[in-house]
């Protein structure tokens, strides 16, 4: 699985389900938010494959999507936080 980054603005001010949008994601997509326009995501689709179901989703939203699954992290956060982070990774390709 892939992690990734979300960060969107608040569009026409409209919620957004975001529940319905994992759901449109790959069996066993996962969704961590951090306060209402961050999100971490973890998939085994590619950071374009997301961007263009998150289309679906956005309304009129800006937003930026990042692979972030080799970023190294640290920092102080809950438990629940970097169980999420530290969840399986795809290993580096051989160089």
């Known amino acids: 699985m892939r992690r990734h980054l979300l960060v969107f603005d608040d569009g026409a001010g409209s919620s957004l389900d975001l529940r319905s949008f994992v759901d449109s994601l790959d069996t ?7 306060g209402d326009h961050v999100c971490f995501i973890k998939t085994a689709l590619s950071a ?13 939203r800006l937003f930026f999507l990042a692979d972030i699954t080799s970023s190294h992290c640290s920092g102080r956060m809950f438990g629940a936080f970097f169980d999420f982070m530290k969840g399986e990774a795809l290993p580096a390709a051989a160089e």
């Open 48 to 60: 374009p494959e997301i961007s263009d179901q998150f289309l679906k989703f956005a309304g009129s």
């Open 28 to 34: 066993g997509a996962e969704l961590y938010t951090v």
